[in-house]
C-alpha cells in the first residue's frame, strides 16, 4: 500500500475537488474525515471536516457507505461501489466511489483516499424514488 506521502496534491489537481481523506483511529479503527473536496461539499451540502464517519447521516444509504469504507479499511485493498442519492430539491445522482487504502508501514491502513464522481439523472418526484 502506497502512503500518504507517496501522493502529491500538486500531481492530481482536478481530482483535489472530488476528494474525500480519512483518518483510520485505534484502537478501533474508526475512520475520522480529515479533508473533503469543494465538489463533495457542494453536493452534499455540508463540510463533514473532523467528524467521524459514523456521525454522518448518510440517510438510506448509511449502512452501505459505511460498510464500503470499513471494508476498504478491513482487507487493505481498494473498493469500488456506487449508489443513488436525492439531493434537497429532488434531484437524483448516481455516485462512483473508489476508496484507496493507504498507510505508514505498509502493512496495517491507516488513512483512506476516496474520490467521488457524481452523475445527475434528472428531478423525481419523492413518490417516484
Known amino acids: 500500500m502506497p502512503g500518504r506521502s507517496d501522493l502529491d496534491p500538486i500531481d492530481i489537481p482536478t481530482l483535489l475537488p472530488h476528494v474525500i481523506l480519512l483518518d483510520v483511529i485505534p484502537p478501533n479503527d474508526r475512520l475520522k474525515v480529515r479533508l473533503v473536496g469543494t465538489q463533495v461539499v457542494q453536493m452534499f451540502g455540508a463540510d463533514y471536516t473532523g467528524l467521524f464517519l459514523d456521525e454522518i447521516n ?32 429532488g ?10 487504502p493507504l498507510s505508514e508501514d505498509g502493512r496495517s491502513v491507516t488513512m483512506l483516499l476516496a474520490v467521488l464522481d ?10 417516484e424514488i
Open 58 to 89: 448518510f440517510g438510506e444509504v448509511r449502512e452501505k457507505v459505511l460498510r464500503d469504507y470499513n471494508g476498504a479499511v478491513g482487507v487493505a485493498r481498494p473498493i469500488f461501489s456506487d449508489h443513488t442519492f436525492r439531493k434537497l430539491g
Open 91 to 100: 434531484f437524483l445522482f448516481d455516485i462512483e466511489r473508489v476508496i484507496l
Open 118 to 127: 457524481f452523475s445527475k439523472r434528472g428531478r423525481r418526484r419523492l413518490s
